[in-house]
């Protein structure tokens, strides 16, 4: 076997403790030069797929440049988030610096197939899903900007766990080098491949630890005083993937007990927030309207099937709206299909969202004319309701699951309705929820700790990647009658 053409090395540099905090403010110059040089990469690639299209050879200027592209990027990542695995500054060049731990080098310029630019992003697609999974990594808002969600990969969770081991150890585990180096080794072979800076494609495996694989040495007759060459020890394939299993079960694990301890610290907050009567209450929110009513809909409640009995968590909640004129207010809760039916044809708005300070309902009108209800009091659909003037208190206790719908109106179903409104709910079980899912969370985090560090330390490869063994002595030998050296048969 042939060593792959992209061959990327990295020297084990001990990191310090705690630099790797800063890093990302050390590294904005890199990050600020790297996006123009990425850019040029990008416009350079499509320029050499089409001179490899019309004329089979890849320009050699742009072969040299794109590779110092990804030769600069390499140091980077080692320096910074992608490895952290030394603490001497990159250097700003497209060359090679023959003494930086991290160091990467492609043989070239290839020539590849005029037909490969066609097609070389389709081949490449099980390894960029590969790739996906193993490094890619962040942190998203949703569309609407509010929900923060992490779509990271395995190489950003093995990376944290690197930095939190060093800053309490000061020690770079060494099983986690090597998986971090092959799965980096990996990334880089499949950006050069969709580059065509190769066209050999890259192989299914992870190469790991800081030198390239060294391929077997070639099987041959030949003996040396009659010895047979040591064959290197076999590498178990089941235990290699035991550990890459545990590695992965362990970066799952990690991400649902940060996502649990989050989620329990957030539970405990809220709870201890609560007020005197032993609600958990919103912000007074702005409600204001030309049409003859404000709904909320969508509340689902579906109950749980806790040994029997239906439990929704939810014991009372609790609706307050002050008027600030002298109109009377109607204000009442009833299962959304019977308020969808009364108000079919007539414009209202639905409250969709809260934002700003002093808060203010976001809505959307719905389609049909602004015109008088009637009194909503008349309806004999609600499972709660109250009227009157000055501040109203609607205390709702959910019974059976469902969806259902809120609806505040002028008692008289006349247009135009202002009001401010709290919400308030009382749920006995919070404190106990948030105070599970902290320390399952906690428990969560520290077993992935273990499943990472035990996958990982059996993953060095070391001895698999020194190269072939030394050759055995030769056996004793005694002089021959002409005085030369005859091999000993003994033993």
Known sequence: MNTYPVRIAARSDQPGRWLWLVKWLLLIPHYVVLAVLWLAFAVLTLVAYLAVLFTGRYPAGIFAFNVGVLRWTWRVGYYGYSALGTDRYPPFTLADVPDYPARLSVEGPPR??????????LLALPHLIIVGLLAGSGWTFDAAGHALRYSGGVLGVLVFIVGVVLLFTGRYPAGLFD???GVDRWVLRTVAYVALLTDRYPPFHLDQGGDEPVPPPVPGPARTNGARPPVPPPRSP?????????????????VAGVGAGI?????????????????????????????????????????ADVFGREFTGLRTVRIDVTSPTSTPLFLGVARESDVDAWLSGTGHDEVTSVHGSPSVARVKRSVGAVRPTGPPADQAFWLSSTSGTGTLRLDWRPGDGGRFAVVLANADGSTGVTAEATVGAEVPALGAVGAGLLA???AAVLLAVFLVY?????????????????????????????GSRVPSMAG
């Open 112 to 121: 590849p197939p005029r037909w490969l630019p066609l097609v070389a992003w």
């Open 179 to 181: 998986f971090v180096i």
């Open 238 to 254: 089941a235990r290699t993937g035991g550990r890459i299993v545990a590695i992965i079960a362990g970066v799952l694990l990690l």
């Open 263 to 303: 989620g329990g610290a957030a539970a405990l907050a809220v709870n201890g927030s609560r007020d005197a009567a032993g609600y958990v209450t919103s912000d007074a929110v702005d409600v204001s309207t030309v049409t003859a009513a404000v709904t909320v809909e969508g509340v689902e409640i579906q109950p």
């Open 440 to 442: 399952g969370g906690i």
């Open 454 to 482: 035990f996958g990982a330390s059996g993953l060095s490869g070391r001895a698999a990647r020194r190269g072939p063994p030394p050759p055995a002595p030769s056996p004793p030998s005694t002089p021959g009658p002409d």
